[in-house]
């Protein structure tokens, strides 16, 4: 059985992906990280994700749209990804990032970098989630393409 990530969904994450980078040159860590912690939690869910087929219309012809996938903490839908495929993703990542460290650090970045000013909001912010998601688009994109070359 051969197992891809839905490019229906990591096609969305690749935009949040490319706007954390835009944030990042603009010296917007916060909005970076939380851009960034999107594309990593939807990259991840395009290794669970699998497609539904709706007719569109009430026609014959289908509408392809993404099972929803549910969560924002990163370890948890790593969980989920199929061990065939976690094999794949650490092939892919070649060592460059601690990938469980990672999203340990990172769990549940979406929900606490989105308001700054909170008290419970971390007070560090760097470029490392930023530089995760634009490796994970790559490890992403090669699981993919490689399926069809």
């Not at 839905?6 to 490319?18: G, I, L, P, R, T």
């Not at 909170?118 to 760097?126: H, L």
Request: proline share 5%; aromatic share 14%.
């Amino acid at each position: 059985m051969t197992i891809l990530p839905n490019k229906n969904v990591w096609e969305e994450a690749d935009e949040y992906e490319h706007v954390s980078r835009l944030c990042l040159e603009q010296k917007l860590y916060w909005p970076s990280i939380v851009n960034a912690a999107l594309a990593v939690e939807i990259y991840l869910k395009s290794f669970i994700s699998k497609d539904c087929f709706t007719p569109a219309f009430g026609g014959p012809v289908n509408h392809v749209f993404a099972e929803k996938v549910n969560g924002h903490s990163l370890l948890d839908l790593y969980s989920k990804i199929h061990p065939s495929m976690i094999e794949k993703i650490n092939l892919l990542n070649q060592s460059k990032f601690d990938i469980p460290k990672i999203l340990e650090k990172y769990n549940f970045a979406f929900t606490r970098y989105r308001y700054s000013y909170e008290a419970e909001s971390p007070v560090i912010a760097d470029d490392t989630l930023s530089r995760f998601a634009t490796h994970l688009k790559y490890i992403t994109h090669t699981a993919y393409k490689e399926n069809f070359s």
